[in-house]
Antibody, heavy 120, light 109 residues
Framework: QVQLVESGGDLVKPGGSLRLSCAAS????????MTWIRQAPGKGLEWISH????????DYTDSVKGRFTVSRDNAKNSLYLQMNSLRAEDTAVYFC?????????????WGQGTLVTVST | EIVLTQSPGTLSLSPGERATLSCRAS???????LVWYQQKPGQAPRLLIY???TRATGIPDRFSGSGSGTDFTLTISRLEPEDFAVYYC??????????FGQGTKLEIK
């Protein structure tokens, strides 16, 4: 079955950096776009980035452009999110997600999430 | 960017009752590209409905979606105890960013 397992969340100071990872299994990773979605504590959901099957195409929400970089390693079935210049408002649970067989624009499969806390 | 507004913010009902949740878009959602998710505390969201009205795999038929254009509805015909959760709508009819509503909390009365 499809499994997505995030890791790398931590407490980091404002201006710091963090790299999140997502280990995928149970499907052909290279066949699917992958997406990061986050949820601030007690708040709603926010789409932040996606990456195409080969990694050649990426997109970001405005609030993270220039600070976050999504990447993937299809040989390792892994998705990454490099987060730089972190701000307090980046504090959230970060979910790694995958769409259905024929879509990348809504998400059937979700990891359990990893918590990023940006604070002094 | 399409803004989705969900109402009510909180809905208090009893098991066995009917729940009607609303999602209104700031502009028409292309081809009714709207989904609904359910989220329970400490868990990831679960896809319920896509294409505004198609149930996802394994979703009970007490859940139904309807609507088009700018007004969409999620209906739960007879509430079960496990249905009390937060519900989010999300549109995917435009280029990214794909946007979510702010959520409706369905609580036990």
């Amino acid at each position: 079955q499809v499994q997505l397992v995030e890791s790398g969340g931590d407490l980091v100071k404002p201006g710091g950096s963090l790299r999140l990872s997502c280990a995928a299994s149970g499907f052909t990773f290279s066949d699917h776009y992958m997406t990061w979605i986050r949820q601030a504590p007690g708040k709603g959901l926010e789409w932040i980035s996606h990456i195409s099957r080969t990694g050649s195409d990426t997109d970001y929400t405005d609030s993270v452009k220039g600070r976050f970089t999504v990447s993937r390693d299809n040989a390792k079935n892994s998705l990454y999110l490099q987060m730089n210049s972190l701000r307090a408002e980046d504090t959230a649970v970060y979910f790694c997600t995958r769409g259905g067989r024929s879509t990348s624009r809504y998400w059937v499969y979700w990891g359990q999430g990893t918590l990023v806390t940006v604070s002094t | 960017e399409i803004v989705l507004t969900q109402s009510p913010g909180t809905l208090s009902l009893s098991p066995g009752e009917r729940a009607t949740l609303s999602c209104r878009a700031s502009q028409s959602v292309n081809s009714d590209f709207l989904v609904w998710y359910q989220q329970k505390p400490g868990q990831a969201p679960r896809l319920l409905i896509y294409g505004a009205s198609t149930r996802a795999t394994g979703i009970p038929d007490r859940f139904s979606g309807s609507g088009s254009g700018t007004d969409f509805t999620l209906t739960i015909s007879r509430l079960e105890p496990e249905d009390f959760a937060v519900y989010y709508c999300q549109q995917y009819g435009t280029s990214p960013p794909y946007t979510f509503g702010q959520g409706t909390k369905l609580e036990i009365k």
